[in-house]
């Protein structure tokens, strides 16, 4: 009787441990979209985010002054160049809204970059002091 309840308990181990292997090859194997292709929004946000850093980093290594152009953070700051191009989720393109010769004692609240394209009525603000937010936009 108890060599029947261990060889039980070994079969549902196996079948516990195939079903794992099945869910994990369905899982990698099925298509996946990217965040950008997902949400937009959020893809916008995060380039943004990845500006601010990058034009963060560049201000500490030259005493507190911005880039005099978003196209100076690369290759030094950013990994890819397609970064420094905004996109909708339409696909349009457009380069991004960047405020010059501010510095990192300027008002913390003062945008340094902008995506161009509107969500939801919503602009995507970089300010100079880091913090990335989301602002409505007046008609």
């Not at 181990?13 to 937009?40: E, T």
């Not at 985010?49 to 911005?66: C, Q």
């Not at 970064?83 to 913390?108: E, P, Q, V």
Request: proline share 5%; net charge positive; with cysteine.
């Amino acid at each position: 009787m108890a060599e029947e309840t261990k060889d039980r308990g070994e079969s549902f181990a196996a079948i516990g441990i195939l079903l794992m292997v099945i869910c994990l090859a369905v899982w990698f194997s099925s298509p996946r979209n990217s965040i950008s292709a997902r949400s937009p929004k959020v893809a916008a946000m995060s380039q943004v985010k990845n500006l601010s850093l990058a034009s963060r980093a560049y201000a500490a290594d030259r005493e507190g002054r911005y880039p005099d152009k978003l196209s100076d953070l690369y290759p030094d700051y950013l990994d890819e160049a397609n970064l420094l191009i905004a996109r909708d989720g339409a696909g349009a393109r457009s380069g991004f809204l960047y405020h010059r010769n501010l510095t990192d004692t300027s008002n913390s609240r003062l945008p340094l970059i902008q995506h161009p394209f509107l969500f939801d009525g919503e602009r995507i603000t970089g300010r100079v002091g880091g913090h990335v937010i989301m602002e409505k936009v007046k008609p």
